[in-house]
Structure formats: structure tokens, C-alpha cells
């Protein structure tokens, strides 16, 4: 679905001047609606089975060869296999629709005119494990949006958290992720072959080398999180800056805090379940506490 504008409309009434708005030729591409969320679904199971053989595997070194080393890696990978199984349940799919596509198609084209970036191509899904995020794929940046998020919110709260993941674009943050990623996987690589080699150099071994992997680049993720908040704040400032409404930021992060708490109350459980997946229900230190961003959107409306 796509759809063209000769010009960026003027921001809504209270905005910025139009004036000061840059014209710009654009094209917001929304991806297409899936059929249904089977394949995404069996994906995931696919990889709740494969985590679950591992486990069991471990289980039998455990009660072999490697008591110890077998049954921490019984716990870790069968500890993902439950989460994938969890997760599969809710994955939900990609959609589309007319109404989403106008009311999203003039705020992307306005705000991204005045950041002077171009639109990103709109994911929309239902599985609520993103509220909204920025991606980068082929080079081409995408910006992911939870439907009910979109559908339970009005225009200026949409406007308000869209540009916010504007700023993202507009300073590439995705790229500090990549450097995350690639950190966590060098160092969950490390952490998986010092133990692989303290258990014993065989191929019997695998499993212990895949669960200390999975745990280091966990550890290492939770560690590095914190380095994301200072661009969670700019984009926090910057986005009111862009949007010109501050309350309208401070109400859209309260109604999409809220989703995602629902969203992963519904994901993790209520204990037992909840202390089964501990610590895969730890959530990333990625953002700053929502009531002090909160604050500090409230105080930029004074």
C-alpha cells in the first residue's frame, strides 16, 4: 500500500508555522498485509523445538557425564524453549487497511519533511511484543508499529510517538543496537567456548556451549542496555521538538507503557510462570524510568 503527496501537509492547528515546513516529494510504503500469522507462528515453534531438544540433551550429559555443566545448560535451554512456546502463542501478523494508511501517510510525510529524512516504509503487526521501534533492513529504514497502539490512540498521540522514532532515524540509533548486537554475540561466543572447554572439547558437549552462548550474549545485552538512554531522552526532546506537543508525547508513552506491561503480563504470566522465565522476563534497561521521562515531556509543555 503506498501512497504519494506532491507536498507535506501543514502541521495540525497549534503546530509549528507551515511556513517553516520544507516541501519534499515522498512515498510512504506500507507492508502488505500477511495472510495469516501461521507461518510467523510455526517459525517461532520451530524454535521452541529446537531449544527443547537441546535441553534434553543436556538433561542426559547431566545424568552422565556432566552433572554440573549439564544441568545448568538443561535450565537455560529448556528455559528458552518454554519462552519461544509462549511467545508462538502470541505472534500475531502484519496488517494494513485504508484508515491506518490516512491517518499515518501526512504526519510521516510532514515530520520527516521537516527533519529532512526520508519516510521510512510502515510495518503495522498485532503479536504486541513492539509498540513501535525503528528497524533497518537493506538498507532502508523501517519503523514498526503495534495496530492496537495506532487504533487506541488519536492523532496528536500518534503524531507525538511517531516523531519521536523520527529523531531515531534522523541519528541513526539503530546503528548503536548493530554495535550491541555484535558485542554481545562476541562476547556470548567467548563465554560459551571457555565453558565448552572447561566441560570437555567433544562434540557430545554442544549443548553446554549453545546454553553458555545464549546466557553470555543475555548478560552482556543487559549490561550495554543502559548505553541506549541518553538517545531515548534526545529522541524524547527532540521528538516534542518536532511534533510541538509535549503533552501529547507524555500521554502517547503512557498509553504504549501500559500496552506493552499488558502484552508482557500476557507473554511471561503470572508466577509460577513468571519465575520460571526469569530471567528472560527481565525487561532490557534500554529506556529511562517512565515516570521520569513522563516528567520531564510535562515540563517541556509548561
Not at 84 to 100: C, D, K, P, S
Not at 188 to 203: M, P, Q, R, S
Not at 233 to 254: F, K, M, P, Q, Y
Amino acid at each position: 500500500m503506498e501512497s504519494d503527496y506532491e507536498h507535506a501537509p501543514p502541521p495540525p492547528e497549534g503546530g509549528p508555522a507551515s511556513a517553516n515546513v520544507p516541501v519534499l516529494v515522498a512515498r510512504v510504503e506500507f507492508a502488505p498485509a500477511s495472510k495469516s500469522n501461521k507461518s510467523d507462528a510455526r517459525r517461532v515453534q520451530i524454535n521452541a523445538l529446537y531449544f527443547a531438544a537441546l535441553g534434553i540433551w543436556s538433561v542426559g550429559l547431566a545424568l552422565t557425564s556432566e552433572p554440573v555443566y549439564g544441568t545448568l545448560a538443561a535450565i537455560v535451554l529448556l528455559e528458552f524453549a518454554l519462552a519461544f512456546f509462549r511467545i508462538a502463542r502470541l505472534t500475531g501478523q502484519v496488517v494494513g487497511g485504508e484508515r491506518t494508511s490516512e491517518r499515518l501517510t501526512p504526519i510521516l510525510i510532514e515530520l520527516c519533511a521537516k527533519a529532512k529524512c526520508e519516510p521510512p516504509r510502515v510495518v503495522l503487526r498485532t503479536d504486541a511484543r513492539c509498540i513501535a521501534a525503528v528497524r533497518q533492513r537493506k538498507g532502508r529504514f523501517e519503523l514498526l508499529l503495534l495496530h492496537q497502539f495506532v487504533e487506541a490512540v488519536s492523532d496528536r498521540e500518534l503524531r507525538a510517538l511517531v516523531a519521536h522514532e523520527v529523531i531515531h532515524i534522523v541519528h541513526n540509533d539503530i546503528k548503536l543496537a548493530k554495535v550491541r548486537s555484535v558485542v554481545g554475540l562476541v562476547g556470548g561466543f567467548g563465554l560459551g567456548t571457555a565453558i565448552w572447554i572447561a566441560a570437555g572439547y567433544e562434540i557430545k558437549n554442544l549443548p553446554i556451549f549453545l546454553a553458555a552462548f545464549m546466557l553470555g550474549v543475555l548478560l552482556i545485552r543487559v549490561l550495554l542496555s543502559p548505553l541506549n538512554r541518553r538517545r531515548e531522552i534526545r529522541a524524547d526532546v527532540e521528538g516534542v521538538a518536532l511534533s510541538g506537543d509535549a503533552t501529547a508525547a507524555a500521554d502517547a508513552l503512557t498509553i504504549a507503557y501500559a500496552q506493552s506491561t499488558a502484552a508482557r503480563e500476557r507473554l511471561y504470566g503470572r508466577p509460577p510462570w513468571r519465575w520460571l522465565l526469569s530471567p528472560l522476563d527481565w525487561r532490557m534497561p534500554t529506556h529511562p524510568q517512565l515516570a521520569d521521562r513522563v516528567a520531564r515531556l510535562r515540563a517541556l509543555s509548561l
